[in-house]
């Protein structure tokens, strides 16, 4: 069977499936909407390569992600590096980010929309929607991040978050993700991969778009794809 009957098979059978809609709930789905990821490599490449070279790149080109690729970037930003605990702080260990991959154009990924489940290194699948159907109808989205062939939703509940202040729990909230895309931008430094953050646009309808209950926030886009042959990085 060809890839792309497959990729077009893929978003019926979704719906046929009943997991086309966005998901609300985090109750245990089938195993059938779940993609295992493989365990995180250990790279060479150091730390501060990967400092040296970050940079926005706004031209991404294709292929999408690969598995590999991808559970390495969500394993980075969000992933458990021993039981119950993950490679980015969190504040009381209350973890109130998730991370959304939007994909379309992979080799071993199928197009849609995936939850990454950190406990199981693992991804949930929540809609047949890749990048362009699901961030290019966005009303003022910019164009560079619906062209781009992966695109990280980064979100955070601050109700997860203990405390009575609620500035707190979301200003904790918004340094969690900031450190969540570091790690996940370094770390696409480290694979070879541009990789851009981008907020300026219309978070709350990019919540809508993923089906988001009213307390999950979105707080940063980081779009991911190749380096365009040429051109230099950072462009
Ligand atoms: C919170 C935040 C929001 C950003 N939003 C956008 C954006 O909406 N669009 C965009 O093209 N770049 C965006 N950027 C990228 C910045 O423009 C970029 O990081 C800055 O120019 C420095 O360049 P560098 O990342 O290559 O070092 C954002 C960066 C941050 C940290």
Known sequence: MSRSFVNRL????????GVASPVRSQAAAPARDRVALPAPAISTFSL???LRARRTTR????PALSLGEAAQLLWSAQGENRPGRRTVPSARARYPLDLYLVTEGSPTLAAGTYRYLPGEQALRSVGAKGVAALLGTIKGMQPWIAKSPSVFVVTGTAARMSGSDADARRHYTFWESGAASQALLLQATALGLGSGVASGVDLEAVGTALGLPPEEKV???????????GERPGQ
């Open 10 to 17: 893929f978003p019926v059978a979704l719906l046929v499936l």
């Open 48 to 50: 501060d390569a990967a």
């Open 59 to 62: 031209s991404l080109t294709g």
């Open 219 to 229: 707080t940063i886009l980081l779009p991911v794809g190749r380096l365009i042959p």
